[in-house]
């Protein structure tokens, strides 16, 4: 079966600082996609990037960028220049192109200012 | 080009009563997915319909929830007889047909909050 671990319940970072957010995935599949969902107060599920596993380029989204480490399963999420509205539930997903994709327990990220 | 709506927002039942959860795709999407988020959790994938067909519901609990997406009219998530343990988030997510493979991308709606006395 495929997990999604997030192993950082809370983490937080200044704001215009860089913070990393953590992700590990289990799967026997070669072929899927990765994604950061954000989820602020409004509970709105608001994509923040996706990767493709078949692409060994590392996606980025102006600030956000990830680092996808396919043999280690580790898909980690890099925000630059910190802002006081990224501050958010961030969750990370599995989706091997079908519909049930796997969500880990998310990390609440706290912006400083 | 609206997104996906969910309605209501939020929705306060007692025990016993039921509680029909509303969802209207994105325009040109015929997937409609349910997803239910305990306080604190992630969101766990319940069912996965086309219209007037129901691909996979594994996630479902076997009684007293059930879903559909009728022909015409928003997918409606069903909770019969409701318990205390069914109070969470519900978010309802969309997809178009092929090529939706080339991006595994879904799209959510705001989700409705069960709250269950």
């Known amino acids: 079966a495929q997990t999604v671990t997030q192993s950082q319940p809370e983490m937080s970072v200044q704001e215009a600082e860089t913070v990393t957010l953590s992700c590990t995935y289990d799967?026997?599949?070669?072929?899927?996609?990765l994604f950061w969902y954000k989820q602020p107060p409004s509970r709105q599920m608001i994509l923040v990037i996706r990767?493709?596993?078949?692409?060994?380029q590392n996606a980025t989204e102006n600030r956000f960028s990830v680092n996808f480490q396919k043999a280690a399963k580790s898909f980690s999420l890099k925000i630059s220049d910190s802002q006081l509205g990224d501050a958010a539930m961030y969750f990370c997903?599995?989706?091997?192109?079908?519909?049930?994709?796997?969500f880990g327990a998310g990390t609440r990220l706290t912006v400083k200012p | 080009n609206a997104g996906v709506m969910q309605n209501p927002r939020h929705l306060v039942r007692r025990r016993g009563q039921e509680a029909r959860l509303r969802c209207s795709p994105m325009?040109?999407?015929?997937?409609v997915y349910w997803y239910r988020q305990l306080p604190e959790e992630g969101l766990k994938f319940m069912v996965y319909?086309?219209?007037?067909?129901?691909?996979?519901e594994s996630g479902m609990p076997k009684e007293r929830f059930s879903a559909e997406f009728p022909k015409e009219g928003p997918s409606i998530l069903r909770i019969q007889q409701v318990v205390r343990g069914d109070s969470a988030a519900y978010f309802c997510?969309?997809?178009?047909?092929?090529?939706?493979?080339?991006?595994?991308?879904?799209?959510f709606g705001e989700g409705s909050r069960l709250t269950v006395l």
């Open positions: 319909l086309q219209k007037e067909n129901i691909i996979d």
């Open positions: 997903a599995y989706n091997r192109g079908r519909y049930d994709m796997r």
């Open positions: 997510a969309s997809s178009p047909p092929l090529p939706r493979e080339a991006t595994g991308e879904l799209f």
């Open positions: 325009k040109g999407h015929s997937h």
């Open positions: 799967t026997s599949e070669s072929d899927y996609y």
């Open positions: 990767q493709e596993a078949y692409k060994q």
